[in-house]
């Protein structure tokens, strides 16, 4: 019996993963945004008329005064300014602003230009105020109504530019204001035109990256899904092999040691029958006996199914070598042992199932064969694992039923993910291939 052995290297298998924050970190960026844009639409005109007041008081003890000799002067421009407060207020307030609705921001952005214009005739530094009107009327205004806004506001700004009610508004005057509100809202109209492109990119961006969000949450949620079924599965195969294995060892143990006890007491009890003719009981009793030595080789044989440990000790091809050897000299079948490739630990379920595929197929020869010479091939490749037994015996006729043996290879060689076949011919041998996946054995199996 030749056995050809070869060192290997562990070779382990490696994971990947990958995580992305770009959905998180836009969607924060997206509330910044929108919560300055707030801010802004919200304290911008009281800034403004506040820094309209400011100046226009300042200036009013310099030399650069614009405010004109009347007693009545501050009491109008201070009503104006709590008039334009409170209209401001009354229409952009609170969580829900009455200027959101279509009719009410129309009515609130023709009594902000109304007011803005009347407050740069008390002072053109009010065009501070005026300013804001751009923001408000793309805030406040839906459609086409967004351009009337910023056509008003541009006429309103370019009035407090020339000077508002510092100057006399003659023929002149007004061509020169025409063409300012013109340019005020050609500038205006096409920096809100980009921004309103900004701003549908931007929602877009952030419609996509919701739509983004909510599907890696459902696939959060089938993944976790799957994982659960797969931990169900597991269970259940595992229960399953349970009970196929207990299966087998049952209808081995009825085919093998029961009959053979069953034989033995026959014997015994035509032995007892026999007490007149003394070579009968003797031949009665010898045959009990081997019955009896034979159905204690099937019972040892069955326990040491249950537990391999001959892999406890060795590595799979020693073991499978040791037990090749004993096999062959209780069977009397001369046996070759080969190992192909580098071998290397495997995960202990692949191992033991490569184990016992060896061990029932070399049973199989023994018992069904009538071989003379029979083979075993353990080749290792880098994603499987090959074994293959062959005899010389007499092959398997065409349509015999298949016994259990080549049943319970099966389901094990099944459980590991791996595929049996089987070759045969009458009077040509059999050929027995399980071929299982190379699962690097754990670093806790290998200690």
């Given amino acids: 019996m030749g056995v050809s052995r070869g060192a290997g290297a562990f070779?382990?298998?490696?994971?990947?993963?990958?995580?992305?924050?770009?959905?998180?970190?836009?969607?924060?960026?997206?509330?910044?945004?929108r919560r300055i844009d707030r801010s802004i639409a919200f304290w911008g005109p009281y800034v403004g008329v506040g820094i309209g007041t400011m100046i226009t008081v300042v200036s009013a003890a310099t030399e650069l005064s614009v405010v004109p000799p009347d007693r009545w002067y501050w009491p109008v421009t201070a009503a104006l300014v709590l008039t334009t407060v409170g209209w401001t207020y009354a229409f952009t307030g609170g969580e829900r602003p009455?200027?959101?609705?279509?009719?009410?921001?129309?009515?609130?952005?023709?009594g902000m230009l109304t007011l803005a214009v009347v407050l740069a005739t008390r002072s053109p530094w009010f065009g501070f105020y005026t300013f804001f009107g751009y923001l408000h009327s793309f805030t406040y205004l839906r459609g086409r109504w967004r351009w009337g806004g910023i056509a008003g506001t541009g006429a309103a700004a370019a009035y407090a530019q020339i000077g508002g009610g510092l100057i006399v508004l003659t023929p002149g005057v007004l061509v020169g204001l025409a063409a300012l509100a013109v340019l005020n809202g050609l500038l205006a109209g096409g920096f809100t035109y980009y921004a309103s492109l900004s701003d549908e990119l931007s929602q877009g961006r952030k419609r996509k990256n919701d739509e983004l969000a909510e599907a890696n949450r459902r696939l959060s949620e089938t993944l976790e899904e799957n994982a659960a079924l797969h931990a169900q599965l597991m269970v259940h195969a595992r229960e399953a092999g349970i009970?196929?294995?207990?299966?087998?060892?049952?209808?081995?143990?009825?085919?093998?040691?029961?009959?053979?006890?069953?034989?033995?007491?026959?014997?015994?009890?035509?032995?007892?029958?026999?007490?007149?003719?003394?070579?009968?009981?003797?031949?009665?009793?010898?045959?009990?006996?081997?019955?009896?030595?034979?159905?204690?080789?099937?019972?040892?044989?069955?326990?040491?199914a249950l537990s391999p440990g001959r892999l406890a000790d060795a590595r799979l091809p020693d073991a499978i070598t040791d037990m090749a050897k004993k096999w062959a000299e209780t069977s009397g079948v001369d046996v070759v042992v080969d190992t192909t490739g580098d071998p290397r630990p495997l995960l202990s379920e692949i191992e033991v199932t490569l184990f016992r595929v060896a061990q029932e197929g070399l049973a199989n020869v023994g018992k069904h064969a009538a071989a003379t010479r029979a083979g075993v091939t353990l080749s290792y490749m880098d994603d499987l694992v090959v074994l293959d037994v062959r005899d010389d015996g007499r092959g398997i006729t065409p349509g015999t039923p298949r016994g259990f043996g080549l049943a319970g290879m099966a389901q094990r060689v099944r459980r590991v993910a791996g595929t049996l076949s089987?070759?045969?011919?009458?009077?040509?041998?059999?050929?027995?291939?399980?071929s299982v996946p190379a699962i690097p054995a754990s670093g806790e199996e290998e200690r």
């Fill in 243 to 304: 009970l196929d294995e207990r299966a087998r060892l049952a209808r081995e143990i009825h085919d093998t040691i029961a009959q053979g006890l069953a034989g033995v007491v026959t014997q015994l009890e035509a032995a007892g029958a026999a007490d007149d003719e003394p070579e009968v009981r003797r031949r009665h009793v010898d045959t009990a006996s081997a019955l009896a030595r034979e159905s204690l080789t099937e019972a040892r044989r069955s326990v040491a």
């Fill in 11 to 33: 070779t382990g298998m490696g994971r990947a993963a990958g995580t992305g924050r770009s959905v998180g970190v836009e969607s924060e960026l997206a509330v910044r945004e």
């Fill in 422 to 434: 089987v070759e045969s011919g009458p009077g040509e041998g059999t050929a027995l291939s399980a």
């Fill in 98 to 110: 009455l200027a959101a609705g279509r009719r009410a921001g129309a009515v609130y952005m023709i």
